[in-house]
T-cell receptor, first 114, second 113 residues
């Protein structure tokens, strides 16, 4: 069982607010990922990190930003939330390796921006 | 670029019946293939994965999948479904040296009594 946590699980917030979605893992994994998932749709990678102080943008353009100051922590921030940001956000991690390895997912944060 | 197609958006199966979910991938070299399951309101859980070797892969919860290179497929099967198998199933493809997975659009599985 993977130990990866996301808080909050559900968030309803007004337009223009700044929000931070938290993601933590206790497995010591170097690689971490943020995905955006709309209902009935595939997962779109929006950010990833290979390790501390490493962040990269994913395949789907996003107005969010991320940071990786500690191995176990990979928060995602929206400076000014808009209704178009309403979605489910999934965090994942995987151990370091030369090949694509299994990604372990957190339970997700469902964000609604009014 | 790698891609994944799950042609069935929604499948309904009777409890106790067999199941096959289809997945086709596109990638130039040997792919790494995954099946994940997502219950409502939850994250994704790995069912099984294929990297190399035996093309028939066994996973958790009684699932198996077969890699067929000639058909570019990695279909998921279960001989007898249970009501608890109702969920969304995602196929994903990765590759050596590529840190990113590409996911299909998912197949929603409904189980009827």
């Amino acid at each position: 069982e993977a130990d990866i946590y996301q808080t909050p699980r559900y968030l309803v917030i007004g337009t223009g607010k700044k929000i931070t979605l938290e993601c933590s893992q206790t497995m010591g994994h170097d690689k971490m990922y943020w995905y955006q998932q709309d209902p009935g749709m595939e997962l779109h990678l929006i950010h990833y990190s290979y390790g501390v102080n490493s962040t990269e943008k994913g395949d789907l353009s996003s107005e969010s930003t991320v940071s990786r100051i500690r191995t176990e922590h990979f928060p995602l921030t929206l400076e000014s939330a808009r209704p178009s940001h309403t979605s489910q956000y999934l965090c994942a991690s995987s151990p370091y390796g030369a090949r694509t390895d299994t990604q372990y997912f957190g339970p997700g944060t469902r964000l609604t921006v009014l | 670029a790698q891609s994944v197609t799950q042609p069935d958006i929604h499948i309904t199966v009777s409890e106790g019946a067999s199941l096959e979910l289809r997945c086709n991938y596109s990638y130039g070299a040997t792919p790494y293939l995954f099946w994940y399951v997502q219950s409502p309101g939850q994250g994704l859980q790995l069912l099984l994965k294929y990297f190399s070797g035996d093309t028939l892969v066994q996973g958790i919860k009684g699932f198996e999948a077969e890699f067929k290179r000639s058909q570019s497929s990695f279909n998921l099967r279960k001989p007898s479904v249970h009501w608890s198998d109702a969920a969304e199933y995602f196929c994903a493809v990765g590759a050596y040296g590529n840190e990113k997975l590409t996911f299909g659009t998912g197949t929603r599985l409904t189980i009827i009594p």
